[in-house]
């Protein structure tokens, strides 16, 4: 059944993706508001004299660097998978106060502190990637990381993917309890997720100890209004329904047929946690 959704998820992919030819949008996950702050999520992002990638480098921002977003341009780039538009900031180095335009590609999509620690929420990159069992069909799928940054210095970090554009419409990024897990300080869950019906939402839960990132299977949601759905979720030790030490995977999802029956499928597996890490029961 999920092979189904599968193949049905990347044609609905490919159908969006030559449509897009014909024009550029920003994706959601980039758009930020005027005289709002923000933090720059790739090192050493350029700083230019104009909106454009031919203006002159007048500086250039390390990761977690405060900024001000002053106006947002109406120039967009694309990058992959990736289009944002380009911004007016000012930040500050020392006592000086500075002014210049970047992408908004290099922006936190979000971002949270915590004992001490920064978090980082953003995309990095796009790659290709074939389906494992349709290796004729290539889709672009977008690289997020969650980075976790002691003032200037990268404690750790870890990737994963967020599908492609059509998914980055909205993006959330938080801190949550650390689900009465042995020895973890916090979960962290990173979300991005698409506004039409047919597009896959992403759920990336990390779990923070010991200065480490240690990323949980991820999680994704796609359906198509009453039509067919596919759901994933974990259920931790504090929820209802959990037990000590471990999380489960729940798996639901639904189609209907020729005769508008509704086919659904159910699964679920267990892993457990030992205070360092996880394994499947």
């Given amino acids: 059944m999920k092979t189904f959704f599968t193949i049905l998820l990347l044609f609905i992919i ?14 959601g996950v980039f758009s930020f508001e005027e005289n709002k702050p923000q933090k720059i999520f790739t090192d050493w992002a350029r700083i230019r004299q104009l909106p454009d990638v031919s203006g002159k480098i007048l500086d250039s921002l390390q990761t977690n660097q405060k900024i001000l977003i002053l106006k947002k341009e109406e120039t967009i780039l694309k990058l992959g998978e990736r289009r944002a538009n380009w911004y007016k900031i000012s930040y500050q180095k020392g006592d000086k106060t500075s002014e210049g335009y970047i992408w908004g590609g290099n922006l936190c999509v979000g971002f949270r502190n915590k004992n001490g620690y920064d978090f980082l929420f953003g995309l990095t990159k796009t790659v290709n990637k074939k389906d494992e069992k349709y290796p004729e069909i290539i889709i672009q799928q977008n690289v997020a990381s969650i980075k ?3 003032g200037n210095t990268l404690i750790d970090e870890v990737s994963f993917e967020t599908g492609s554009a059509e998914s980055l419409s909205y993006g959330t990024f938080s801190i949550e309890s650390n689900h009465k897990l042995q020895n973890v300080e916090f979960t962290l869950k ?28 991820q999680l994704m949601n796609v359906g198509d209004a009453d039509i067919y759905y596919h759901n994933e979720e974990f259920i931790f030790s504090n929820d209802k ?18 005769k508008d029956r509704e086919i659904k ?17």
């Fill in 190 to 217: 990173a979300s991005v997720s698409g506004e039409a019906c047919g597009i896959a939402n992403y759920h990336q839960y990390v779990l923070f100890k010991d200065k480490k990132l240690i990323p949980l299977p």
């Fill in 265 to 281: 499928k159910k699964a679920s597996k267990t892993y457990l946690w030992n205070g360092d890490s996880y394994k499947l029961k």
């Fill in 148 to 150: 976790v940054v002691e």
């Fill in 241 to 258: 329904g959990g037990i000590p030490n471990a999380f489960i995977f729940k798996m639901e999802e639904m189609e209907r047929d020729e």
């Fill in 14 to 27: 490919q159908i969006f993706s030559a449509q897009e030819e014909d024009y550029t949008y920003a994706n």
